[in-house]
Antibody, heavy 118, light 110 residues
Framework: QVLLVESGGGVVQPGRSLRLSCAAS????????MNWVRQAPGKGLEWVTL????????YYADSVKGRFTISRDYSKNTVSLEMNSLRPEDTAVYYC?????????????WGQGTLVTV | QSALTQPASVSGSPGQSITISCTGA?????????VSWYQQHPGKAPKLIIY???NRPSGVSDRFSGSKSGDTASLTISGLQTEDEADYYC??????????FGTGTTVTVL
């Protein structure tokens, strides 16, 4: 079955950087786009970024554009999120999410999340 | 991209039907049939319950149904059950190839 395991969360000071990783298994990694979605404490969901199945397309929410970078490693089946110039408002649980296999526009499989506190 | 608009809360009695609206704009819901819905119980990761406006993933109860008209997508839960008490979010693809969530709706079963 699909398994997504995030790591790298923690406490960081404003202005510093942090790198999150997501280890993916149970599916053909190179066939699916991957996302990061976050949820601030007690707040709603916010879509953050997507990387296409082939890594050629990367899209970002305006709130993180220019500060966050998504990447993927096909040899390790991992997706990473490099977060720079962190702000208190970036404090959230960050979920790694795999797109569905139908139209490819639905967030089908979710990790358990990793907490980032700025 | 502003969040899609959902009612903050909706409630109903067991067995009743409720509908949650999700209002967007021409930059998202109006021009794309890529609207999905997610259920989130406290402390848990969200779960996909509707994709592409009307489709249910395998294993999701047929008590959940989706629709869209103009700038508004809707999620209907029929035969409301206590386990349906959760937060619900819509999501839409946008014209910039990004995605935007709704503000979220808390469903309470009376």
């Amino acid at each position: 079955q699909v398994l997504l395991v995030e790591s790298g969360g923690g406490v960081v000071q404003p202005g510093r950087s942090l790198r999150l990783s997501c280890a993916a298994s149970g599916f053909t990694f190179r066939s699916f786009a991957m996302n990061w979605v976050r949820q601030a404490p007690g707040k709603g969901l916010e879509w953050v970024t997507l990387i296409s199945h082939d890594g050629g397309g990367k899209y970002y929410a305006d709130s993180v554009k220019g500060r966050f970078t998504i990447s993927r490693d096909y040899s390790k089946n991992t997706v990473s999120l490099e977060m720079n110039s962190l702000r208190p408002e970036d404090t959230a649980v960050y979920y790694c999410v795999k797109m569905g296999g139908n139209s490819g526009h639905d967030l089908l499989n979710w990790g358990q999340g990793t907490l980032v506190t700025v | 991209q502003s969040a899609l608009t959902q009612p903050a809360s909706v409630s109903g009695s067991p067995g009743q039907s409720i509908t949650i609206s999700c209002t967007g704009a021409s930059s998202d819901i109006v021009n794309y049939n890529w609207v999905s819905w997610y259920q989130q119980h406290p402390g848990k990761a969200p779960k996909l319950i509707i994709y592409d406006v009307t489709n249910r993933p395998s294993g999701v109860s047929d008590r959940f149904s989706g629709s869209k008209s103009g700038d508004t997508a809707s999620l209907t839960i029929s035969g409301l059950q206590t386990e349906d008490e959760a937060d619900y979010y819509c999501l839409s693809h946008t014209y910039t190839s990004t995605y935007v969530f709704g503000t979220g709706t808390t469903v309470t079963v009376l």
